[in-house]
């Protein structure tokens, strides 16, 4: 089945402590980026990549770090997490960077940070 | 830079009425259109998108939406609504020539709550 995974799906830590959350596609996607949505705000976008070896900066990027070695993954990375980026994240795919292409969600990851 | 206006934060319909869902979007450049649906505790999924064409657009499962220019909206329609539509649905809008480096700009979302 085509899908956008992330894990982990549900994520209590503390302030400071590193953290990972993987994303994955096997669509063989070549654009692929993270979103964080808040109420009452929507969605807004994080980082993204156009390829392999090739990312970029989003809309809010702060306190984020992520990497693109291979084509299936994107972790986002919290180097030194704070409260402020309590918040449901998600991993979106798709075929090209073209800006028509339909972008596919992962299911979300929810993160609280105390 | 650009925005996207979703007007109703809540629209309460009853099943079976019809309902508009209404968006209006801010760009000095063309831009593309779509409507994302939020199932509860899912991830988003498109339900339809203007690229070029007909400015009226469909999806599979009844829902429309037209693209008026002039008032720079992208209101969704559906004749009939169903328990099962229930559901947060998203404007958004992607600059037509940006390619990679401008993301899907998101409104905040309208929740559509189906009574019986």
């Known amino acids: 089945e085509a899908q956008v995974t992330q894990n982990p799906r549900y994520l209590i830590t503390v302030t400071g402590k590193k953290l990972t959350v993987t994303c994955s596609q096997n669509m063989n996607h070549e654009y692929m980026s993270w979103y964080r949505q808040d109420p009452g705000l929507g969605l807004r976008q994080i980082y993204y990549?156009?390829?392999?070896?090739?990312?970029d900066k989003g809309d809010v990027p702060e306190g984020y770090k992520v990497s693109r070695k291979e084509k299936r993954n994107f972790p986002l990375i919290l180097e030194s997490p704070s409260p402020n980026q309590t918040s449901l994240y998600f991993c979106?795919?798709?075929?090209?960077?073209?800006?028509?292409?339909?972008?596919?969600f992962g299911p979300g990851t929810r993160l609280l940070v105390l | 830079a650009q925005s996207v206006t979703q007007l109703d934060s809540q629209v309460p319909v009853f099943e079976e009425a019809p309902v508009e869902l209404r968006c209006n979007y801010s760009?000095?450049?063309?831009?593309?259109l779509f409507w994302y649906v939020q199932y509860p505790n899912q991830g988003l999924q498109l339900l339809l998108k203007y690229l070029s064409g007909s400015t009226l657009v469909e999806s599979i499962n009844g829902f429309e939406a037209e693209f008026n220019k002039s008032q720079t909206s992208f209101h969704l329609r559906k004749p009939s609504v169903h328990i099962s539509d229930t559901a947060e649905y998203f404007c958004a809008v992607r600059p037509a020539r940006g390619g990679g480096a401008d993301g899907l700009t998101f409104g905040k979302g309208t929740h559509l709550i189906i009574q019986p």
């Open positions: 990549s156009m390829n392999v070896e090739v990312t």
């Open positions: 760009s000095s450049v063309s831009v593309y």
């Open positions: 979106a795919s798709s075929l090209s960077h073209s800006s028509g292409e339909t972008q596919y």
